[in-house]
Structures are given as C-alpha cells and as structure tokens.
C-alpha cells in the first residue's frame, strides 16, 4: 500500500515571500500521479497542482510550482508571492494507475499554512 | 466547469435515526464517486469507491450496512447514515471523478457536517 508523509504540521510565511511544503511518499509503483490540494477554513478541497510521474518536467500553475524527485520520492510544493488568501490546509496526495485502485487518493497528513503580514 | 454540490451542508439529527446525505456532478457526469470522513484536525479518510450503476466498494473497517451508499445515476450518489450515534459526528466529503482523455482528477463537494446528539 502507499503510503503518504508530510513531515511539517504547520509552517508560517509573510506576505510576498516563498514558501515550500514538503511531502514524501512511498510506493514499488513506476506510473502514478501526485497532486497538492487546498483546504481553506470553508473545508472545500481546491485542487492546487497535478504531476504526472512519467513527466520529468516539474508541473507550474501560476504561483505554484513543484519540485518533483521521482527517485528521492519526494513532492514538495513551492508557493511564490504568498498571498493572505493562500493560508490553509494543504493535502499532498498519491494516486495509483493500477486499474484495480484508480483514481482513488490517498491523502498525507496535512500541513497548515499561516500567511502573516 | 467540474462543479461537485452536497446536501445539506449541515444537519443534526437525534441517535438512532437515519441521515441522507447527497452528492451532485452539476456540470459534467461523474463516473466514480468516493466518500470522505474527516475529523477535526485532521486528513480526509476514504470511506467507499462507488461506480454509477454498481455496488459500492468499502474500505476497510468501514461498516457496508451503516453507511448506505447509491449512485442511481452519473450526476448523483447518495450517503445514508442509519441508526446514527454521536461517534458518526464527522465532517462528510464527497468527490466525483471526471474522466478527461486518460486521466481523471478528483473534484470535491463542499462537505456536510453531521452531528449527532
């Protein structure tokens, strides 16, 4: 089974500087995807950014970006220009191409965001 | 687009009853839904995979004939809670899986809190 590790319960930031999340994960699979997810304080689950594993290209969505290490097993999220907005739960996420597990996602422990002026 | 609805977005209910909660793809048809359980503070558990005409597949440790799941149709799933007792208080999330090409991402609904007295 795959497993999930965000290592960082918390992390702070201030407003317009850079922060990274980390997330580790463990799997003997070779194709799968990895998102990051936002939980801000109304509990919707946002969709942040999507890797593909066979992408060596690491994904960007605007002020998000990741460092992915397929080797290292690592998926950290960059947050560039933090934003008061951007304070949240954040949700690394695996998903198994397996066809007997598609699409089903599991879920790293979490970390929390403070954005501070 | 890939807008995912839940009713009701909170309810409290006496022990011993049941409560319906449902689940609506708004904008596109959901060919698998899931159900999430997340308690304070902490990360979203899978509770069931269901496939639109099909039994639900249930994770383990999660009782099949408490938690009732349907998903008549594409666009709708359905969570009943029967004989609810104060430890089935949770905060209830659901997603809907949106087959775009090969790949498919999961949208999330807003939540139902439930709690029960």
């Known amino acids: 089974a795959q497993t999930v590790t965000q290592s960082q319960p918390e992390m702070s930031v201030q407003e317009a500087e850079t922060v990274t999340l980390s997330c580790t994960y463990d799997t003997s699979e070779s194709d799968y995807y990895l998102f990051w997810y936002k939980q801000p304080p109304s509990r919707q689950m946002i969709l942040v950014i999507r890797q593909e594993a066979y992408k060596q290209q690491n994904a960007t969505e605007n002020r998000f970006s990741v460092n992915f290490q397929k080797a290292a097993k690592s998926f950290s999220l960059k947050i560039s220009d933090s934003q008061l907005g951007d304070a949240a739960m954040y949700f690394c996420a695996y998903r198994s191409l397996n066809t007997g597990t598609a699409s089903k996602l599991t879920f790293g422990t979490g970390t929390r965001l403070q954005v501070t002026l | 687009g890939a807008v995912v609805s839940q009713h009701p977005s909170w309810v409290i209910c006496k022990s011993g009853t049941s409560v319906k909660i449902e689940c609506r793809s708004l904008d596109f048809q959901a060919t698998t839904m899931f159900w999430y359980r997340q308690f304070p503070k902490q990360s979203l558990m899978l509770m069931a995979t269901?496939?639109?005409?099909?039994?639900?597949?249930?994770e383990q440790g999660v009782e099949k004939d408490k938690f009732l799941i349907n998903h008549a149709s594409l666009t709708l799933s359905t969570l009943t809670v029967t004989s609810a007792h104060p430890e089935d208080s949770s905060f209830y999330i659901c997603s809907a899986s949106h087959l775009v090409a090969t790949t498919d991402t999961q949208y999330f609904g807003p939540g139902t809190r439930l709690t029960v007295l």
């Open positions: 269901s496939n639109e005409g099909s039994k639900a597949t249930y």
